[in-house]
C-alpha cells in the first residue's frame, strides 16, 4: 500500500531543486547578457568563476531532471502495483507466476478496492503536483533558452567581427613583408650613399609598422580567444536548457498518459467499492485533472497502445542505455541459440 505522503519528500526536493535552477540559469543568462553588450568588456572576466558558475546552473538542471525522472518512474511503478491489485480482485494468481516465496507470502491476500482507491488517489495528488511543476518549469526553460541563444548569437556576431578584423590585420602584415622583401633584394649598392640613407629610414619606418601590425593582431586575437572561451561555456548551458526542455516534454507526455490510466483506474474501482465507503477528499488539482478527463470524449481510448507510445518515447530520449542494454541481451541471447 502507498503511504498517504510517501511521494511528498521527493516532491518537496524537487520543487526546491527546480527554484534553485530557475535562479542559477536565469543569473547566468542576465551575466552572459553583459558580455554581449557592445561595451562588455570580457577581457576583465574572470573565466575560472564564470565556468563554475556556469557548471554548477547546469548541474542543478541535471539534478533537478533527475529527480522529476525518479517521480515519474516511481509513480508508474505504484500505477502497475495497484492495477495488479484491481486484476488480482477477480483472479488472486495474477502476476504470482513469477513470484518468489516472499512475494507469494505478502500477496496472499487482495487489497480491497477502497484500500486500492486510497493508494491511487495519493498517487494521483502527486501527479498533480509533478504535473504542475512541469507547467511552471517548461515557459521558464523555454524563455531562458531563447534569451541565451540571442546573447550568444551577439557574442558569436561579434567574435565574426573579430575574425574579420585579424584577416584584415594579416593582409597587412602580408603586403608589408613583401614591401620588406623587396627591399632586402634591392638595395643600392654602397656609391650610392644618400639613396640607401633613405631606404634605411623607409626600412625602419616599415619595421615600427610591422611591430605595430603585430601588436594589434595579437590584441586582436586576445579578445577573440576570450570571446570563443565564453561562446563554449554558455554553448553548454544552452544545451542543457534545451535539454530540459526535450526532457520536460518526453516526460509530460508520458505523465499525461499516466494520469489518465489512473483516473480510469480509479472510475473503475470506484464501481467496485461498498457504497457505504467513505468518500476520499482529494485536492482542487486532483478533481481538475478528473473532471478534465470526464470532460474528454477520447479519454480512454487506445489507452494501452498510447502508454506503450509514450514508454517507448520516454525510454528512448530520457533513457537510452537502457534500449542498448535490451539489445546487448537480444544480441547475446541469439548468440547463445543452438545452431539448427
Known amino acids: 500500500m502507498v503511504r498517504p505522503h510517501s511521494f511528498d519528500g521527493g516532491l518537496d526536493r524537487a520543487r526546491a531543486t527546480l527554484d534553485d535552477a530557475i535562479s542559477d540559469a536565469n543569473s547566468a543568462v542576465a551575466t552572459l547578457a553583459g558580455h554581449a553588450r557592445d561595451g562588455g568588456h570580457v577581457e576583465a572576466v574572470n573565466f575560472s568563476v564564470e565556468e563554475t558558475f556556469v557548471r554548477e546552473a547546469v548541474e542543478l538542471l541535471d539534478r533537478w531532471k533527475s529527480m522529476t525522472l525518479s517521480l515519474v518512474k516511481e509513480l508508474d511503478s505504484a500505477t502497475a502495483h495497484a492495477d495488479l491489485q484491481h486484476r488480482r480482485l477477480f483472479d488472486e494468481k495474477v502476476g504470482l507466476e513469477n513470484a518468489g516465496l516472499l512475494g507469494r507470502a505478502l500477496a496472499r491476500s487482495p487489497m480491497t478496492p477502497e484500500a486500492i482507491i486510497v493508494d491511487l488517489d495519493a498517487i ?174 477520447l479519454a480512454g481510448q487506445d489507452l494501452a497502445a498510447r502508454k506503450a507510445h509514450v514508454d517507448a518515447v520516454f525510454t528512448r530520449r530520457l533513457e537510452p542505455h537502457l534500449l542498448l542494454a535490451s539489445a546487448d541481451l537480444g544480441r547475446a541471447a541469439e548468440e547463445a541459440q543452438p545452431e539448427g
Open 124 to 297: 494521483l495528488a502527486a501527479s498533480a503536483e509533478l504535473d504542475l511543476l512541469f507547467k511552471q518549469a517548461r515557459p521558464v526553460f523555454s524563455r531562458c533558452f531563447r534569451d541565451c541563444e540571442l546573447q550568444l548569437e551577439s557574442v558569436i556576431e561579434r567574435r565574426r567581427k573579430l575574425d574579420f578584423d585579424i584577416e584584415e590585420v594579416q593582409r597587412r602584415a602580408d603586403a608589408l613583408a613583401e614591401k620588406l622583401m623587396y627591399q632586402r633584394r634591392n638595395r643600392p649598392s654602397s656609391r650610392h650613399a644618400d639613396l640607401q640613407s633613405e631606404l634605411e629610414t623607409d626600412h625602419r619606418a616599415l619595421l615600427a609598422e610591422q611591430e605595430d601590425i603585430r601588436r594589434q593582431e595579437q590584441a586582436l586575437q586576445s579578445r577573440r580567444t576570450a570571446r570563443q572561451r565564453l561562446i563554449d561555456i554558455y554553448e553548454g548551458l544552452a544545451a542543457a536548457l534545451n535539454g530540459q526542455i526535450a526532457a520536460i516534454g518526453a516526460m509530460t507526455g508520458k505523465l499525461t498518459v499516466d494520469i489518465e490510466q489512473r483516473i480510469a483506474l480509479l472510475k473503475a474501482l470506484a464501481t467496485e467499492a461498498a457504497p457505504t465507503s467513505a468518500t476520499v477528499s482529494r485536492t482542487a488539482a486532483v478533481e481538475s485533472l478528473i473532471q478534465a478527463f470526464e470532460a474528454n470524449v
